[in-house]
């Protein structure tokens, strides 16, 4: 069993990454080197900031530090939405979910994320949310 769930999260076409208590990142498998555009001896050893836009690195390091030193999440369940940024530069928007980490004392070593490229989703809900606000716009009343 323990090479069938190896094998599954290594070849998931979903982005499954860990990262340390620090930020720096342990496990990059197949599905992040696909998205992300980095191979994973490129990625390991790296921090997360390799896929963090540069306009929020600190408040992503100021929750994540928050995490790590608490132990605590607010987002234990469902899932969380943010940009990210490939290896060519492009930005991609993700959602992904968060499963904190423990060592058998209960400690903090870090985090696992399974992430989703909904670039293509995003676009066309913007545009549709555009489209409806120009269609509102037209049909408002006139006021006397």
């Not at 340390?20 to 191979?39: L, P, V």
């Not at 290896?87 to 992430?115: R, T, Y």
């Not at 809900?125 to 037209?138: G, I, P, Y």
Request: glycine content about 8%; charged content about 25%.
């Amino acid at each position: 069993m323990d090479r069938l769930l190896s094998e599954a999260v290594k070849n998931s076409p979903d982005t499954i990454l860990i990262s340390d208590k620090d930020g720096t990142i342990c496990f990059w498998n197949r599905g992040a080197e696909q998205m992300f555009g980095y191979s994973a001896a490129e990625a390991v050893g790296q921090s997360l900031d390799l896929i963090i836009p540069e306009n929020l690195r600190q408040r992503h390091w100021d929750g994540y530090n928050r995490v790590m030193a608490s132990g605590e999440t607010t987002y234990k369940t469902g899932l969380l939405s943010s940009p990210g940024i490939c290896k060519d530069g492009s930005k991609i928007s993700l959602e992904f979910s968060m499963v904190l980490l423990h060592d058998e004392a209960g400690h903090m070593q870090g985090c696992a994320s399974i992430m989703r490229d909904i670039t293509a989703r995003w676009k066309k809900e913007k545009e549709l949310k555009e489209r409806l606000a120009a269609c509102e716009t037209k049909q408002e009343p006139s006021i006397l």
